[in-house]
């Protein structure tokens, strides 16, 4: 089962059923436009009311929250520029649904979140992108080629989409390009006879933002459990054990444990405790929003410095964040485990076996 949150018209969904997943879309209405519809189960609801809890036993949870206060902050408009920071309540939903579905399931539920390039200043760096639909979370490390891209004019107006030899627009993996009026400008120039509230315009604002079936099928297929049962291999499983924090106990299934806060997650929680977005919070350690980012998504760690700043701007200790930080205990054990190999057979037969940290604990006491 699929969960697809903030679903739209499901360009999310229709990738998910084609690889097989049952999916229950939420939205706040119900979007129907013409032939256009939600192809699946959907439930009128808000988004920020839901529980992670009732999603335990999904395979997968897929999101795009809005993404127009990030677009038009992107502008180059002084009135855009001039806006005060955009709420990010409706993005840390998505991951405060994970985290609670996640704690419900005892093991991780892989989340995918899309928005626009825009939202990268506000809540940190995409793990990666696919043309303009720009993807954070639990993102595969493989992804689709895009087939063609937005191709710019030389030294054309930037605001005169549609004439000749400006951007190409409406290409495999390429949102729609332009501003105000001039969006929807072209053949049709629905802009230009439309209201900005208008049906018309609605209708072509959700067809536009709907996900690339091509994009929407890798995903499903990279986290549908056929595929996760051929590509993870024991040793991976045995790793994701040992990086979990050590005071929750692991299933007998190997490869499905109680997977803790790391580091960056616990600084990503603070920071939204504290108020602080991506930027100011950066701006407080005296280091680039990116890197920050980088951090919370675990690409990076914070140097000795760096994370004493983090303890003072966040008013936790050192040793408190130091508590989420799994990197040494794994490394000595993959080195005593390459040293030795009778000592990587007792430790994965501890994983394979269930055995939780406790008894562990109890049981060295006695030795």
């Not at 018209?9 to 519809?37: M, N, P, S």
């Not at 999101?63 to 709420?87: F, G, H, I, N, T």
């Not at 928005?115 to 940190?124: F, P």
């Amino acid at each position: 089962m699929a969960i697809d949150l903030f679903c739209g018209l499901g360009g999310w969904t229709e990738g998910l059923l084609a690889e097989g997943y049952r999916v229950v879309g939420f939205d706040i209405k119900r979007h129907i436009y013409g032939h256009h519809a939600y192809p699946a189960q959907l439930v009128l609801q808000d988004v920020q009311t839901l529980h992670g809890r009732q999603f335990k036993d999904a395979t997968l949870i897929v999101a795009s929250p809005p993404c127009q206060a990030y677009s038009y902050r992107a502008m180059p408009w002084k009135r855009a520029k001039a806006l005060p920071p955009p709420d990010n309540s409706l993005f840390e939903t998505c991951f405060r649904i994970q985290r609670e579905a996640c704690d419900a399931a005892g093991y991780h539920i892989p989340l995918v979140v899309e928005n626009v390039r825009g939202a990268e200043k506000w809540v940190g760096r995409a793990s990666t992108h696919f043309g303009s639909f720009y993807l954070w979370g639990d993102v595969p490390a493989l992804m689709p080629v895009v087939a063609a891209r937005a191709i710019k004019n030389t030294g054309g107006s930037w605001f005169n989409i549609g004439s000749s030899g400006q951007k190409t627009i409406g290409r495999h993996g390429v949102k729609q390009h332009g501003s105000g009026r001039e969006w929807f400008a072209g053949e049709g120039k629905i802009s230009r006879v439309t209201s900005s509230k208008s049906l018309a315009r609605t209708a072509a604002s959700a067809i536009i933002a709907k996900i690339p079936l091509v994009l929407a099928r890798h995903i499903a297929r990279s986290w549908h459990p056929r595929e996760a049962v051929n590509s993870i291999s024991r040793e991976s499983a045995f790793t994701s054990c040992i990086q979990a924090n050590h005071n929750k106990r692991c299933s007998s299934t190997w490869g499905r444990c109680d997977v803790m806060k790391i580091l960056g997650e616990r600084i990503r929680e603070l920071r939204a405790e504290h108020n602080f977005s991506v930027r100011q919070l950066a701006k407080r350690l005296k280091v680039s929003p990116p890197f920050l980012s980088d951090i919370e998504l675990g690409r990076r760690h914070p140097s000795e410095e760096v994370l004493h700043r983090l303890a003072t701007a966040l008013d936790t200790t050192v040793g408190e964040l130091r508590k989420f930080d799994a990197r040494p205990p794994v490394q000595e054990l993959k080195r005593i485990a390459a040293n030795n190999p009778a000592m990587g057979f007792a430790l994965r037969k501890v994983v394979e076996d269930g055995v939780n940290p406790e008894t562990l604990l109890e049981f060295l006491k006695t030795q």
